[in-house]
């Protein structure tokens, strides 16, 4: 929009409002302007437009315009004017600088490490004691868990985030815990993500030699003994997998953050605050290719760090067990 009508000065028995479409001094050249957005080029650069009422407009290919009425302007809304434009292209890296050196950005950035990381080792942690469990343990009710876990892997997060939320925060009032803390966010995703991580440690450990643990049993291994020092070393392959997705998960994750932690400016993670920088409307797509460019540098650390492990651990974990 144009500015509005504290802006205008009289000029030869006329009000006018002048200055450039470009405020922030880019160069541009504009080839074609309109009032309307179903015929946004209507007019061509430098062309006066009648606008009705005695009212005109002229908008230069440089940005300049001159908007002129024999009547003061009213209102606090000026006159939109869409155009049509090109600008030289140039290599800058002043996004990169509004996205890095913005306020804040060094905090979010560690928010983001507090959360990806406990909420990334701890489904590890109790998946893998469920998962050798349920492949190597009888005890009655053990299908019926199985079917429960292979369910709820469809049952989608969008669904089951403001009952979850609902629930964490009736037990933390009961027990005196506060809302919007880290521990809400690592349940949210440790709850999230046990399924999945289960069902693929459950299809490896079941696929590993059943001679390897009778003969640890024979020696007299408790089923301890045998999960930390056989088990564990065994599936490193797939929990480095499962550890990949996951931290891909957290690290990414927009919704979840926002429900359980807020834009708190404390607590903020990476992406809440990157997409803070994206404006409203959203509409700056340059911020917003930077972002992503820089969110995901991190992930590919720890993807090129544990690759020799992905394809292995997820071949491994597709193979039906006992």
């Not at 893998?128 to 019926?144: C, E, I, K, N, T």
């Not at 939320?165 to 440790?190: E, M, Q």
């Not at 290719?289 to 992930?299: E, H």
């Amino acid at each position: 929009r144009l500015p509005a009508a504290s802006a205008q000065v009289e000029k030869d028995g006329k009000f006018v409002i002048e200055g450039n479409i470009f405020g922030d001094g880019a160069k541009r050249d504009i080839s074609a302007f309109g009032v309307k957005s179903a015929a946004p080029t209507q007019y061509p650069a430098g062309s006066t437009a009648d606008l009705g009422d005695g009212v005109t407009l002229q908008v230069n290919a440089d940005g300049s315009f001159v908007l002129a009425s024999p009547k003061a302007f009213e209102g606090d809304r000026g006159q939109r004017v869409y155009f049509a434009s090109s600008a030289p292209p140039k290599f800058t890296t002043d996004n990169y600088k509004t996205v890095l050196f913005s306020e804040g950005i060094g905090r979010s950035f560690m928010n983001s490490l507090t959360v990806t990381i406990p909420a990334t080792v701890i489904p590890i942690l109790i998946a893998a004691f469920a998962a050798y469990a349920l492949a190597w343990m009888r005890f009655p009710g053990r299908a019926l868990l199985i079917a429960v876990i292979i369910g709820l892997l469809v049952v989608p997060l969008q669904m089951s985030l403001i009952p979850l939320l609902k629930l964490y925060n009736g037990v933390g009032s009961f027990f005196g815990v506060p809302s919007k803390t880290y521990l809400g966010i690592w349940l949210a995703h440790t709850g999230f993500g046990l399924p999945f991580a289960i069902y693929l440690l459950r299809s490896y450990i079941a696929g590993l030699p059943r001679e390897i643990m009778e003969s640890a049993r024979i020696d007299g291994a408790s089923d301890f003994e045998i999960f930390v020092k056989i088990v564990l070393p065994l599936s490193f392959p797939v929990l480095a997998s499962f550890a990949i997705f996951q931290f891909l998960w957290v690290w990414n994750d927009l919704l979840v953050a926002m429900v359980f932690l807020g834009t708190e400016a404390d607590q903020i993670v990476l992406t809440a605050k990157l997409n803070a920088l994206l404006g409203s409307r959203g509409g700056d797509w340059e911020i917003l290719t930077t972002s992503a460019f820089v969110t995901i540098i991190v992930p590919l650390i720890v993807f090129f760090s544990l690759q020799r492990y992905f394809v292995r651990g997820l071949l491994a974990g597709s193979v039906k067990g006992g």
